[in-house]
């Protein structure tokens, strides 16, 4: 977990003006495969690379290429690993160069939502609670989820269940206990959250254009609350 920490923040050290996405996913790659892991998106469903590279109005799933980041991108980068047989999953959103101010509340409302998300999480409540915080703290800010996108369980699967939602959602009853596993990964947009998908087939777009910003980590459930895994300090 905390090796994915580390590779994405070498990664945001890479995200200059200039670097292509190809080069972020060929140092994730050898990183991995250094560590005795193996980047847990690639194959998967058919997808191309060891990470997504996500960039302003890409919601999500982006496939990293030779197109070359530019000063004022907002870029998001998730990373799956497996070793050991399980996996960890987390995401970061950066700034290329100098963001606009807008783009720059859009990332920190971002990670407050994850934040709240978290905050939400203990033994006895139920999955649903965490998307009445993700979404109470994007409204605060005043972004808007895009609800398409979801947490999931995670494991020595990389997507099992619960699903968990990002907005209210009353159906999302399952009951957490402590031990349990999941991923938390609010995606905002500053805009209409409608999303389309390229014709990849993978990359996820805003249907309006507004640029989105994300934060991921996998959580464990504790005795009193969540401890994230994937943070430099998790063990
Ligand atoms: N890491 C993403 C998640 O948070 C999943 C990416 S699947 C891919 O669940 F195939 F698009 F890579
Ligand atoms: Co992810
Ligand atoms: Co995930």
Redo the contacts with the bound molecule.
Sequence with gaps: GSEVARILAELAQMSRPGTATAELDAHAHAEAIRLGAYP??LG??G?P?S??TSPNEVA??GIPGPALLSDGDLLSI???LWRDGIHA?A?ITIGVGELAPHAARLMEVALDSLNAGMAAVGPGRVVGEIGVATEAAATRGGMRIVDTFR??GIGTA??GPPSVPHVPDVMASFRLEPGMVF?I?PILTWGDPAIRTLTDG?TAVTVDGSWCAQF?HTVVVTDDGCRPLTTAAAS
């Design positions: 847990s998106t998967y469903r997808f690379a990470l997504c999500c799933h998730d990373l799956t999953d995401c947490g999931h990389f997507h991923t990964e993978w991921e």
